[in-house]
């Protein structure tokens, strides 16, 4: 087969993220501009040339009649349900006619097996179906959602849940996730916030290539693995005021600079599929967009996995206003290079006449055959149809031990402890009765969070109850009253409130558990209001005025205005959704027995009416320290601070780190050099601790404005009580590299600033400054 090209192009053809401080070196520029960036070229283990699978497939297409190629493109769901499976009508015929090349919402060995059999034994061609599922955050064995794994800055963690998905998915007999969702989101009403690695281009980017790592390990062909899937190409996290499916109207620059990235860097690990979005960008839905599925991802980033449709967004583009008709909406995806159709049944039913008719190429619809088939090969799908559904294996594989205690590892370093005034965390041993409060204290249904679609709910999670009870020594106990609610509609009601405040009464100290109730972010989820719902806020007002120390442990998918709680409870633990192992997790941490290591990677606003926000804004013309204090005609509000809740980046310990100034190797490079910079970190408490220690650069003057700083590296370290570790971060030009007024991609001489911090913003110490010259 002849592959895409890998084209290397600089300049304006290159909107490849820059290196990074901690990546791996990029290959030579053939830049012809010193100072524009190439893209890098990524070669995955399953794109490299297979002389006898190009024959076994040639062979194949050229059998292939019409429909049996359209069959290969269409993906329809098992609308699998909890009493059993269930398809749409006349699906076995779909399948034995070879109408269906993929089917999604199907797993265990048993019923992959019985619907492959139906493909294999009764296609004229026997072409096996593949097994699509949203396996987000765990399959069975659930982590916490991939926000709260992203607040551990832990790549080693985060790879070792998606490896520990796959190992799960693939022993259910499942070959592909709809995984990672690599959206930058900057609007904490957007609900689907949740799903992704937050607000930054640079920890995003990590982030999604390390659980493209985890998914797909090395060999795509060990039955351990499954494809991984880069979601939702783009720019879908920048719903207008939050609200999902909304439009998007983005510069072709922030599509650039913060959007893409993270896809980017998805193909450089080699990730196998792209999935569509369901938004418009620039006027042109996601799936009908040949600039964002052809001119990008094919021709500039050389991209050779296969693009399918974000369920039913084919169709979705009647409404949009794009086609006027789904025959129309069929024609405009396929020939923008979207290869296969989830759930619309649009090139199903309209792809032959339209290539009958001339308006699609035969070539286009083969190639998107091609695309297909080769996953299926390289899964070694065609050697044995039912290799990854095997019960034995399956049996021996779900829940392992060793999984549920992966769980709670990346649950508790996802945590975050936002407050902890005079030291009421960890728990004192002093403390002999422990009320649990809130509707979050006991549900187990809450605490894997959406999108953990095989997950049990019912039987499986641990609460935080039952993880304080467990862990809790002899002669301690652990109460729990629900005292609120968490629905919209039970804002002002009171019911719970006299029994909850008599517990916390004869208590030592009372956990507040709180938030959202799960399925309050994920898809069509987004709120105007980010406040605690229902009557939460009034409970904990009242828990407060009780004088009883209280910790709040806040449950969410989603930043939350929680000022008040800032202000007024001495503790907060963001413990998002933490899986099924999550109240053991919860324990862990609120009895110390794992000192807190999370750091936020979003940014929480005081009030819905900062958002979006996000760290790295734009200074303006008008920053508001040019102003005195209160100055009117300054770039601020009348009724708020700027400044966030908390800062992107920001998180406690029960210890202290200390940060030396920071040491630069050289005031000045050039365009070929680097420059390293280190500051010393000292563990000054007196427990043992993770700081995750963030490198932040802000480019002086542009041709454009820059940002007023980027994260530009970052390294999690152990620190014992007393030790001091030097942390260095080499940056070369490419590094600081940018949309710039031309178009082009790249770095430009200059001046910039430079700071190690424990937070966006905090400056432990006075920023340094360094130039590149021409
Ligand atoms: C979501 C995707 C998901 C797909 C399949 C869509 O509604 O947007 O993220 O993968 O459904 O379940």
Redesign the pocket.
């Known amino acids: 087969m002849i592959k895409t090209a890998r084209i290397l192009l600089a300049g304006a053809a290159a909107m490849a993220l820059a290196g990074c401080a901690t990546a791996q070196a990029q290959p030579a520029a053939t830049a012809t501009s010193p100072t524009a960036v190439p893209i890098a070229q990524a070669e995955p283990e399953w794109a490299r040339p297979d002389p006898k699978m190009d024959a076994f497939l040639d062979e194949l297409i050229a059998k292939m009649t019409l429909q049996e190629k359209i069959g290969q493109l269409t993906l329809l769901?098992s609308n699998w349900e909890s009493t059993g499976p269930t398809m749409r009508e006349g699906y076995k015929q779909d399948i034995a006619a070879g109408r269906v090349g993929a089917i999604?919402?199907a797993y265990t060995a048993k019923y992959t097996r019985e619907l492959q059999q139906m493909a294999v034994e009764n296609t004229r061609l026997k072409i096996p179906l593949l097994f699509?599922?949203?396996v987000?955050h765990g399959h069975r064995t659930i982590f916490p959602i991939s926000l709260g794994e992203a607040a551990s800055w832990d790549l080693e963690a985060i790879e070792k849940s998606a490896r520990v998905s796959a190992q799960e998915a693939s022993a259910e007999g499942l070959h592909w996730t709809?995984?990672p969702?690599v959206d930058i989101a900057r609007d904490a009403r957007w609900g689907?916030i949740s799903?992704g690695a937050g607000e930054d281009v640079f920890l995003g980017s990590r982030i999604a290539q390390a659980r493209v790592r985890g998914y797909q390990g090395d060999d795509l062909g060990a039955i351990d693995t499954v494809l991984a899937?880069a979601?939702?190409f783009a720019a879908?996290g920048a719903a207008q005021a939050g609200r999902d499916y909304h439009t998007v109207d983005i510069s072709e620059r922030t599509l650039r600079d913060v959007y893409l990235p993270p896809f980017k860097a998805a193909v450089d690990e080699g990730v196998a599929t792209f999935?569509t979005?369901?938004n418009e960008y620039d006027g042109v839905p996601a799936s009908g967009s040949k600039y964002l599925l052809t001119d990008v991802l094919r021709h500039k980033w050389g991209f050779d996995g296969f693009v399918v449709t974000?369920?039913t967004s084919i169709n979705e583009m009647v409404p949009h206003g794009y086609s006027k008709d789904l025959a129309q909406a069929g024609e405009q995806a396929i020939n923008a290079g979207v290869d296969m159709d989830?759930?619309g049944a649009v090139y199903m039913e309209n792809l032959a006449k339209s290539v009958e008719e001339g308006r699609v190429d035969m070539a286009r619809i083969d190639q998107a055959v091609r695309r297909i088939l080769e996953m299926k090969y390289r899964l070694g799908l065609f050697e044995d149809p039912y290799r990854y559904s095997d019960e034995a294996r399956q049996e021996a594989t779900l829940y392992k031990p060793e999984f549920l205690e992966a769980a709670r590892d990346v649950a508790r370093k996802s945590m975050v402890l936002l407050k902890n005034e005079g030291d009421v965390l960890p728990l004192s041993a002093q403390a002999k009765s422990i009320a649990v409060i809130g509707p979050l204290g006991d549900s187990k249904t809450d605490m894997i969070g959406s999108?953990s679609?095989a997950g049990d709910r019912k039987t499986r999670p641990v609460t935080i109850l039952e993880g304080l009870q467990a862990r809790a020594g002899e002669g301690v106990t652990v109460t729990y009253a629900k005292g609120a609610s968490y629905a919209f509609e039970d804002e002002g009601k009171t019911d719970g409130f006299a029994e909850a405040l008599a517990l916390a009464g004869k208590s030592d100290v009372v956990i507040a558990a709180m938030g959202e109730r799960w399925d309050m972010t994920g898809?069509?989820a987004s709120r105007t209001s980010l406040d605690l719902p229902g009557n939460q806020r009034a409970l904990l007002e009242k828990l407060v005025a009780t004088g009883k120390p209280v910790v709040l442990v806040l449950l969410s998918g989603r930043p939350n205005t929680i000022t008040w709680a800032n202000e007024n409870v001495p503790a907060i633990l963001h413990a998002w959704y933490p899986g099924t192992q999550g109240g053991q997790a919860v324990a862990d941490v609120l009895f110390g027995d794992y000192n807190p290591s999370g750091k936020l990677p979003v940014t929480f606003p005081r009030t819905v009416g900062q958002s979006p926000i996000h760290y790295d804004m734009k200074n303006t013309g008008r920053p508001i320290e040019l102003g005195a204090p209160g100055a009117k005609y300054v770039s601020r509000y009348l009724n708020t601070p700027n400044d966030p809740l908390y800062r992107f980046g920001y998180g406690l310990s029960y210890t202290t780190f200390g940060y030396s100034p920071v040491t630069l190797s050289a005031a000045s490079i050039g365009p070929n050099g680097s420059i390293t910079a280190s500051a010393t970190i000292t563990n000054t408490g007196d427990r043992a601790g993770e700081e995750v220690v963030q490198l932040y650069v802000r480019d002086l003057v542009g041709s454009v404005t820059r940002p007023v700083q980027e994260l530009k590296g970052f390294e999690k370290v152990m620190l014992q009580p007393g030790e001091a570790r030097t942390v260095r971060f080499t940056l070369r030009p490419e590094d600081l590299a940018f949309t710039r007024a031309d178009m082009s991609h790249g770095w430009e001489p200059g001046e910039f600033q430079l700071w190690i911090a424990p937070s966006s913003g905090a400056k432990a110490s006075t920023p340094v400054t360094f130039t590149i010259t021409e």
């Open positions: 769901t999604f919402n699509g599922y949203d987000i709809f995984s969702m689907r799903e899937t979601k939702h879908y999935m979005s369901f974000d369920y989830m759930q999108w679609a898809e069509a």
